[in-house]
């Protein structure tokens, strides 16, 4: 592993620190995905606490791993630490071959107002993450305008494109409180983005990565365990790293694909029966599945698809017993159709 530090910016203290590991050779693949740590601080510092070891944690995994020490008072305000995130998702895109990364499969972490950074990152910023995982990240006006008057307040921005996000949280966080999360995962509901959320019972706020070695307040047993559930999270939104490379997404960028560009399983049934003749024709299948059910309990087909129009085709085909190589097969054809009413 070679460890290098950029400077963005010397005059704010700007600095990418970038931890890349070999790819090809004894590897089976060529192209690692990369995580990018934004560590919190109240926009007054950036914590070590949050910087390395969750570097330490996503390299274990495979990920080529950065951390941004960007932006803080008294050195500038917003919308500076954004524009150190852009600066800094650009230099890592911009030498991508270099630093043996896939730049479509780089996701970032941001924990606290590195939380706020990340999740910004998720809805507002130009080069936007694959996936977010924001861990007890300020959210809501009060923990924002108490950092700086005047940042954006994120789940106000959240959109049908807004990455998927993996949460963290403890519930007696008494510095942000739990509704920052609560309010952002409802935001991601409402427009429809996948979100996995992980809300423990205790463990105060700053936890970082949950070992003994970092935390000065007790935390929750099982909290330690949100870094391998965000990286098994991950894998099924961007595909895992394997020794022949990376597997297919399990699921589509969105709750059920209707706002993705090409069409797929994870889209709606209602939404699906709005698309072309060619995409009904791939989806032959599922549909004579539904009305051979319809038959057999004597309901009407078209009712019974009507009722059930708001699960997505993956979700049928698997209560019907189509067999996952040929769901696998099936979603491989749709992608090749674009999809011609988003949302």
């Keep these: 592993m070679k460890a290098q530090e950029i400077i963005l910016n010397e005059n704010r203290n700007v600095t990418l620190t970038a931890y890349i590991q070999e790819a090809d050779g004894e590897f089976g693949f060529s192209k690692r995905p990369a995580m990018l740590v934004i560590p919190g ?31 803080c008072t008294p050195k500038g305000k917003w919308p500076l630490p954004l524009e150190d995130y852009e600066q800094a998702m650009a230099r890592i895109e911009e030498r991508a071959d270099e630093w043996h990364l896939d730049k479509t499969k780089i996701a970032v972490v941001g924990f606290s107002a590195g939380g706020h950074l990340a999740a910004c990152a998720a809805t507002i ?32 921005y959240v959109t049908a494109k807004t990455c998927p996000c993996f949460m963290v949280a403890a519930r007696d966080d008494r510095t942000v409180d739990i509704s920052n999360t609560l309010r952002m995962e409802l935001a991601l509901a409402e427009k429809g983005v996948a979100f996995e959320s992980h809300i423990y019972s205790y463990g105060g706020h700053g ?11 007790s935390v929750c047993p099982r909290l330690p365990r949100w870094v391998s559930d965000s990286i098994e999270w991950l894998g099924e939104v961007m595909g ?8 297919e997404p399990v699921r589509a960028g969105s709750m059920n694909g209707n706002f993705a560009p090409v069409l797929s399983v994870d889209c709606t049934l209602s939404h699906l029966r709005r698309q072309s003749e ?46 996952a190589d040929s769901i696998t097969e099936l979603d491989k054809a ?10």
Excluded at 43 to 71: I, W
Excluded at 135 to 155: E, T
Excluded at 207 to 217: K, L
Excluded at 334 to 343: R, Y
Aim: proline share 6%; glycine share 8%; net charge negative.
């Design 125 to 156: 910023a130009e080069h936007k993450p694959v996936a977010a995982v924001l861990v007890y990240p300020a959210i809501l006006k009060d923990i924002c305008d108490m950092c700086q008057p005047g940042m954006p307040y994120p789940h106000e």
């Design 41 to 71: 601080g109240g926009y007054a510092m950036c914590s070590d606490q949050e910087a390395d070891p969750a570097a330490m944690a996503y390299l274990k995994a495979g990920y080529q791993a950065f951390v941004l020490r960007y932006t």
């Design 207 to 217: 936890f970082s990565t949950g070992e003994d070695w970092i935390n000065t307040n």
């Design 278 to 323: 060619e995409a009904k024709a791939v989806l032959a299948p599922m549909f004579a599945a539904i009305e051979a059910v319809a038959e057999a309990r004597q309901f009407s087909a078209e009712g019974l698809m009507a009722a059930i129009g708001n699960n997505t085709a993956r979700e049928i085909m698997e209560m019907v017993q189509i067999p």
């Design 334 to 343: 749709l992608h090749q159709m674009v999809n011609q009413a988003e949302g």
């Design 240 to 247: 895992k790293l394997t020794r022949g490379g990376f597997t």
